[in-house]
């Protein structure tokens, strides 16, 4: 099965940036990394225009569009609720990946690691923490040190290098490869 793992954190933290300074770091050592996003804000891939976005409009519930350099499916899903994780994950190609990381889906049983930035602005309590780290934690990044004890690693959530090969050594044990570090 692919590897399966999410960043996690409150919004504002730094998810996003944080994924576009790792992807290319784990990709420099040989891994293959795939990302699913959640999203709660209505979004759309297609450009009012094209001709992919007037055909969808017009009415088509699918709609994939194809060239050399990539492929996209388009889903109309207006009154579906969220897409259900695990298919997401099946429509991944895992001939072509290593792990797979997700932003988001923090309801989701899978393993993850846990930002904390103290500028993101969000202002939390020890109840909120307990909420968030649980068994499927398997690191906290954080910009400062925490006042909390914790039974996982702490990494340095400026430090993308240090994250990246956490991220290694754990394929490596839940794989049992060898990816260098």
């Not at 996003?16 to 709660?40: C, M, Y």
């Not at 017009?58 to 194809?66: E, I, M, T, Y």
């Not at 990539?70 to 994780?85: I, Y």
């Amino acid at each position: 099965m692919l590897p399966i793992l999410a960043i996690a954190a409150w919004s504002g933290t730094g998810k996003t940036t944080l994924l576009k300074k790792l992807i290319p770091l784990l990709k420099q050592r040989g891994v293959r990394p795939g990302l699913i996003k959640h999203t709660h804000h209505n979004m759309d891939v297609d450009t009012p225009g094209k001709d992919s976005y007037e055909l969808r409009k017009a009415g088509a519930d699918q709609v994939l569009v194809a060239s050399k350099q990539r492929w996209a499916l388009m889903m109309e899903t207006p009154d579906e609720q969220d897409p259900d994780f695990s298919w997401l994950v099946s429509q991944m190609d895992a001939r072509t990946l290593d792990i797979v990381l997700v932003e988001g889906f923090k309801d989701e049983p899978i393993p993850r690691i846990l930002l904390w930035r103290r500028q993101s602005g969000q202002h939390h309590t020890d109840a909120d923490w307990e909420t968030l780290l649980d068994e499927r934690v398997i690191a906290v990044a954080s910009d400062e040190s925490l006042d909390i004890t914790l039974t996982v690693p702490l990494l340095d959530l400026n430090n993308p290098q240090q994250i990246a090969a956490f991220i290694i050594q754990w394929l490596n044990h839940i794989n049992g490869s060898s990816i260098d570090i």
